[in-house]
C-alpha cells in the first residue's frame, strides 16, 4: 500500500520511500467483509459516504486492516455494532491504514463471531480529484474509476480482490435537476424524491453478485442515452441495454450499443457465456486515465472509445470501439465471476479478456489473418520494446511499488499470446473444455493464474507444468532454427533451439509448414510442433524433393524467429509469394523491407539484391487482383520504426526514420504510374458507391489500401512540382471526402508539406478547416492536436504505453503507414515549436488525460524529432512530466516511460534522457507512480 500518495497535490514525507509489495507476501484476509451497504450523499464540494460494512473471520491470525487513502478521506464517525470507537483505543490510523486489533472485533469473551457490523462516515471532493482514481467529477457529471486501488479513495474497505462481498444496497443521493440520471452496479430497486429536501432525488443500487471493490461503480450526472434490450438465448433472460453519455452526444452512441449486443451473442455461441443481471449500463466520460472499466453491470468507457459517426470517427476508431465494448463485457466472465486473488494475477483476466476481444473482432471483420497481422504488430512495436527496456517484467509480475504501473502490454498482449499457446496446443475443442472447467470451478471466487493452468491441464489430462513457465518469464525468447535436406533418405530435419531468461527451456508451440521448394506448392500443410527442449530435431519424412519452411505461422508463439540460411532473402521473397498461411507470408515481406531498410541505413548494398525482392514483392502486391484490400494494404506498409528497433542494438532514430524514409520514396518513384492508377481506380470504385460511408470489410480495406496509396504517392516532394502534385492531391481528397477516415488520412499528409507558398497554404487551409469544421468536437480536436491516428506505433520504440495506448494501438497500426501526421506528428523541422505553441492553445489542457496524450505522447513518440540533436524534445517533455506529476500521476508516470530506455541510444542522447529522469527523480514531492517508473529507469 501507498506510503505516498495524496489525492490532489501528492504530499509526501520527504523521508517515506515507496514500498515495494511482493507476490510472494500474499496471506488470506484474517477478517474480511461478507456484505455492505453504502448511501452516497453527493453536494457541491462535499460528498459524505457512509458504508456499512458485515465484518466476518477470514482464514487465519490477525487483525482487521481497512485500506483508506488518507490524503482523500476524512473520517467523520465510526462504530461498532452501534458503539462509537475510540481512535487509539478501538482502532488505529497510520498512513492509509485503518486498523482494529483483533481482540476488539472478538470483544471479552474472546469468542469467535459470526459477524459484526461495522459503520463509517467519511468525507471527500470528488471536485478537486484531478487523479481520476476514487469518486471525481468529469464535465458535469460525477464518476468513479477503482481499478485497482481507487476504492480506498471513497471509503475505509479491504480494499482488494479477494475480498468478494455482496453490495446489498447502494444508496446515491444527489440534486435532482442537475443529476437526473443515477447508476449503481447491479439492479435498481428503488428511487424517488428526498422527502422534505425539495430538489434532491435517490436512488438505490443492489448487486446480487458479489464483487471486489475495483468492481465499484456509481455515476450521477445529466445524461442522454440510447436503449434497447436483448433476449439471452441460453434461459430467455431480458436484459435492458444501456449506453449513456453528454445529452450532446447521444447521436453517436449507435455503434457502441450494437457492438454490446453483438458481443453478447458471441460469447454465447463461443463459450456459452450468458449475461446475468437485468441491465447493462455503459457510460462514457471524458476524463479518463485508461480506454475503459468492466464495473459490474456499469461499465465506464472513455468517450474516445464510445462516440462514433462518420463525420468524426475513422474506421479504426470503429473498429477499436467495438473490440473494446468486448473486451469489457468478455470481462462479465473474466474477471468479475471469477476475478484475481491479488493483483500480481492481473493478466489471469486480462490476458484472457484480451485473447477473447481478439477473436471476436477476427469473426466480425471476418478476417483472422488480417486481425492476426494488426495483433502482431502491436506486440512487436510495443510489448517486444517494453521487455526490452528496464519496466520489463514477466506477465505475471514479482513486485510493484505502484499498481497502476503494471496495467501494460506485457500483462496485457503477451498475456494473450500466452492463452493463444494454450489454445495452440490443446486444440479448439480441448481450449474450451478447460474454459468451462476453469468456470465450473471458481465461479464466484478470487483465484490465480496457477489455477487457470490446472483447469486447462485437468480438463484435458495434459501435463502443463512445463507451460507454467511462461507466467513467470520475462523478457523476449528467441527461437534459432536450422534446416538440412537428406536427398536419399528424402527426410527434412529442422533443429529448433531456444533461448530466454527462463533457466530452463519453455514449453513453446511452433506451427510449421513445408513448401515444395520448386514450385511453392504445400507439400506438408501446418504441423504444431512442441519444442521443450533446449535444442530439438523434427524430421519430415516421405519428401519427393527439396523444401522449404514456413516457420511460426500465425506467430504461433511470442518469440524472435532466427534462420541460419545463407540465401534468407532469397527465401522471404518466395515465401512472400508462395507460402498458404497469410499471416507468414506477410511476415516475409516485412523482413524483406526491413533488410533493405537496415542495408539503406547503413550505407551497404548486399550481394543478394534485396532492393530487387522488394521491388518484385510490392509489384506483385500492387498487382493483386483481389477484394481483401486490407491484406493488400498491409503487404504495401513497411514496418513501423518502433518494430524495427527492436532488432538494434544502437538505435539511431533520426537515421532510421531518414532510411525508413528513402526506402518508401524509392518504391513511390519507380511504382509511380501503377500506384496512381490503382489509386484512382480505387477512387472512382468508391464513387461509385455514391459516397456512403460503408463499414463492412471490403468498404473498410478499399479505404485503407487508397490512403496506403495516398501516403506513398505524398512521399516523393523533392522538387517543386512534385510538392504542387503532391499536396493538391492530398487536398483534393481532403475536400472531397465526407467520412473522418479519407479526411484524416488526406489531412496527416498535408501536415507534413513546406515549400512553397501554395503548397504552405494548402496545409494551412485544410487544418483550418478541420479545425473549424470540428466545431468543438472534443475527439476532433484531439486528432487535431495529435495526428495520433498515425504514430505511437510508428515511432515509438520506447514510450511506456499505458492501458489506453493499448487499444489505441490497434488504430495507429492500421495506419502504420500514414507517419506524418497532424502537428505533434507532423515532419517539419519546427514541430518542437508547433508542439510548445500548443501547449499554450485555449483548448489544451494537462488535467484532460486524451487532450494531453493527444499532443504530449504523440509528440514523444514522433522519433526523428523527439530525438533531435540538442535533446530540447527531452527537455520540453521533462518539464511537462514534472506539471503533471502534481496532478495525475498515473498519467505522469506514463509519460515518462518515454525516457527510460536511454541506454539504447548514441552515448549523447543517452546522457540527456538520463539527465531529465534524474530531474524528475530529484524531485519533491513526486508521486509513487512516477518514482517507479524513473528510479527503474535510472538503474
Ligand atoms: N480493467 C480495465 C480493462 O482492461 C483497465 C483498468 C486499468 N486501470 C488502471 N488503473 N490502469 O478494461
Ligand atoms: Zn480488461
Same mark, same amino acid.
Given at each position: ?11 509526501? #514525507? ?14 488470506? @484476509? ?38 483508506? *487513502? ?176 453528454? /445529452? *450532446? ?100 483476466? *486480462? ?27 502491436? @506486440? ?59 468456470? =465450473? ?65 519453455? $514449453? ?16 506438408? /500443410?501446418?504441423?504444431? @510442433? ?56 506477410? =511476415? ?73 524514409? +528513402? ?47 495516398? +501516403? ?32 484524416? #488520412? ?10 512553397? =507558398? ?14 473549424? +469544421? ?58 518542437? +515549436? ?30 526523428? $524529432? ?74
Amino acid at each position: 500500500m501507498a506510503l505516498r500518495g495524496g489525492s490532489d497535490a501528492v504530499a509526501v #514525507a520527504e523521508t517515506t520511500t515507496p514500498r515495494e509489495i511482493f507476490r510472494s507476501d500474499y496471506r488470506p @484476509l484474517p477478517y474480511r467483509v461478507g456484505s455492505v451497504s453504502m448511501n452516497f450523499d453527493i453536494r457541491d464540494g462535499k460528498t459524505t459516504v457512509e458504508s456499512e460494512l458485515t465484518i466476518v473471520p477470514g482464514v487465519g491470525e490477525g487483525d482487521l486492516v481497512l485500506d483508506g *487513502e488518507a490524503d482523500a478521506l476524512t473520517l467523520l464517525s465510526i462504530s461498532l455494532d452501534g458503539k462509537t470507537m475510540i481512535e487509539g483505543v478501538d482502532y488505529f490510523v497510520e498512513g492509509d491504514a485503518l486498523t482494529i486489533p483483533s481482540r476488539v472485533l472478538l470483544g471479552n469473551e474472546n469468542d469467535d463471531f459470526a459477524s459484526r457490523k461495522l459503520r463509517t462516515m467519511v468525507e471527500i471532493v470528488p471536485e478537486t480529484n484531478t487523479q481520476l482514481s476514487g469518486l471525481y467529477k468529469s464535465g458535469k457529471m460525477y464518476c468513479t474509476q477503482c481499478e485497482a486501488m481507487g476504492f480506498r479513495r471513497i471509503t475505509y474497505y479491504p480494499d482488494r480482490p479477494d475480498n468478494m462481498a455482496v453490495f446489498e444496497r447502494v444508496r446515491i443521493e444527489a440534486d435532482a435537476d442537475l443529476y437526473p440520471v443515477l447508476l449503481g452496479n447491479g439492479n435498481k430497486v428503488e428511487c424517488g424524491k428526498v422527502e422534505g429536501d425539495e430538489g434532491r432525488h435517490y436512488a438505490t443500487w443492489s448487486d446480487p453478485y458479489p464483487k471486489p471493490s475495483y468492481l465499484f461503480c456509481i455515476v450521477a450526472g445529466n445524461l442522454g442515452s440510447v436503449s434497447s434490450t436483448y433476449t439471452t438465448r441460453p434461459s430467455g433472460r431480458e436484459v435492458r441495454l444501456e449506453v449513456y453519455s453528454e /445529452p *450532446e452526444n447521444v447521436s453517436k452512441l449507435g455503434h457502441a450499443l450494437a457492438s454490446l449486443r453483438k458481443s453478447m451473442m458471441w460469447d454465447e455461441d463461443e463459450f456459452g457465456l450468458e449475461y446475468d443481471l437485468d441491465v447493462y449500463n455503459i457510460v462514457a466520460v471524458s476524463d479518463f486515465n485508461m480506454g475503459a472499466m468492466e464495473n459490474k453491470g456499469l461499465n465506464v468507457f472513455n468517450t474516445a472509445l464510445t462516440l462514433a459517426d462518420p463525420r468524426s470517427a475513422t474506421d479504426s476508431d470503429y473498429e477499436r470501439i467495438e473490440s473494446v465494448v468486448g473486451h469489457e463485457y468478455f470481462h462479465n466472465w473474466t474477471g468479475n465471476r471469477v476475478t484475481c486473488r491479488d493483483w500480481f494475477q492481473l493478466t489471469l483476466k *486480462e490476458g484472457l479478456t484480451v485473447y477473447r476481444d481478439q477473436e471476436f473482432s477476427g469473426d466480425m471483420m471476418n478476417s483472422h489473418a488480417v486481425k492476426r497481422i494488426e495483433d502482431v504488430n502491436a @506486440l512487436r512495436a510495443r510489448q517486444f520494446a517494453e521487455d526490452a527496456g528496464p519496466m520489463s517484467h514477466p506477465i505475471r509480475p514479482e513486485s510493484y511499488i505502484s499498481m497502476d504501473n503494471f496495467y501494460t502490454s506485457t500483462v496485457y498482449s503477451k498475456g494473450a499470446e500466452v492463452i493463444r499457446m494454450y489454445r495452440t496446443l490443446l486444440g479448439k475443442d480441448g481450449f474450451r473444455r478447460g474454459m468451462d472447467l476453469y468456470f =465450473e470451478r471458481h465461479d464466484g471466487s478470487a483465484v490465480t493464474c496457477d489455477d487457470f493452468l490446472s483447469a486447462m491441464a485437468d480438463a484435458n489430462r495434459a501435463d502443463l507444468t512445463q507451460f507454467g513457465l511462461w507466467y513467470s518469464t520475462s523478457g523476449t525468447p528467441t527461437v534459432k532454427y536450422f534446416t538440412k535436406y537428406d536427398e536419399s533418405a528424402k527426410t527434412f530435419h529442422l533443429t529448433l533451439s531456444q533461448e530466454s531468461n527462463s533457466d530452463k527451456p519453455l $514449453h513453446i508451440p511452433v506451427a510449421v509448414g513445408l513448401l515444395d521448394k520448386v514450385s511453392g506448392r504445400e507439400v506438408v /500443410p501446418t504441423k504444431v @510442433l512442441e519444442l521443450k527442449e533446449k535444442e530439438q530435431t523434427f524430421d519430415f519424412p516421405g519428401l519427393d524433393g527439396e523444401v522449404l519452411p514456413s516457420i511460426l505461422r500465425g506467430f504461433s508463439a511470442p518469440v524472435k524467429l532466427v534462420g541460419s540460411s545463407a540465401d534468407e532473402e532469397k527465401d522471404w521473397a518466395f515465401l512472400a509469394a508462395y507460402d498458404s498461411d497469410g499471416y507468414n507470408r506477410w =511476415e516475409s515481406g516485412q523482413k524483406l523491407y526491413t533488410s533493405l531498410i537496415f542495408q539503406t541505413m547503413r550505407g551497404v548494398q548486399s550481394e543478394s539484391n534485396t532492393m530487387e525482392h522488394v521491388y518484385e514483392a510490392f509489384q506483385r502486391t500492387l498487382a493483386l487482383d483481389t477484394d481483401d484490400y486490407s491484406i493488400q494494404a498491409y503487404g504495401l506498409i513497411m514496418p513501423s520504426e518502433s518494430s524495427m528497433a527492436e532488432e538494434l542494438d544502437v538505435v539511431d532514430p533520426v537515421a532510421l526514420h531518414k532510411a525508413r524514409g +528513402d526506402v518508401k520514396k524509392s518504391i513511390a518513384r519507380k511504382f509511380h504510374s501503377e500506384i496512381r492508377a490503382k489509386y484512382d481506380e480505387l477512387t472512382s470504385a468508391m464513387k461509385s458507391t455514391g459516397g456512403e460511408i460503408k463499414l463492412d470489410a471490403t468498404s473498410i480495406g478499399r479505404r485503407r489500401l487508397r490512403n496506403v496509396l495516398l +501516403d506513398y504517392l505524398c512521399s516523393l516532394k523533392e522538387t517543386p512540382e512534385e510538392r504542387e502534385a503532391a499536396s493538391e492531391l492530398a487536398m483534393n481528397q481532403f475536400q472531397s471526402s465526407f467520412g473522418m477516415t479519407d479526411r484524416y #488520412a488526406a489531412l496527416s499528409c498535408l501536415v507534413s508539406m513546406g515549400g512553397e =507558398e501554395s503548397v504552405v497554404a494548402r496545409r494551412d487551409a485544410a487544418l483550418q478547416k478541420f479545425y473549424n +469544421d470540428a466545431e468543438g468536437d472534443a475527439l476532433v480536436i484531439d486528432k487535431w492536436f495529435s495526428g495520433k491516428e498515425a504514430v505511437l506505433n510508428v515511432f515509438c520504440p520506447d514510450a511506456y504505453f499505458d492501458h489506453l495506448t493499448y487499444f489505441f494501438a490497434l488504430r495507429y497500426l492500421n495506419h502504420l503507414e500514414m507517419c506524418t501526421a497532424v502537428q505533434a506528428m507532423s515532419d517539419l523541422p519546427d514541430v518542437l +515549436d508547433k508542439v510548445k505553441a500548443l501547449v499554450e492553445h485555449p483548448e489544451f489542457t494537462l488535467t484532460n488525460p486524451n487532450r494531453c496524450r493527444s499532443l504530449i505522447s504523440v509528440f514523444s513518440g514522433n522519433a526523428a $524529432h523527439f530525438h533531435a540533436d540538442g535533446g530540447e524534445g527531452y527537455k520540453f517533455l521533462g518539464e511537462i512530466i514534472a506539471k503533471s506529476d502534481k496532478l495525475n500521476p498515473q498519467l505522469s508516470s506514463r509519460m515518462g516511460g518515454a525516457l527510460i530506455r536511454w541506454k539504447r541510444y548514441s552515448e549523447e542522447r543517452g546522457a540527456s534522457m538520463k539527465a531529465e529522469l534524474q530531474k524528475l527523480a530529484d524531485m519533491k514531492p513526486i508521486s509513487n507512480d512516477l518514482f517507479e517508473v524513473v528510479s527503474r529507469g535510472l538503474k
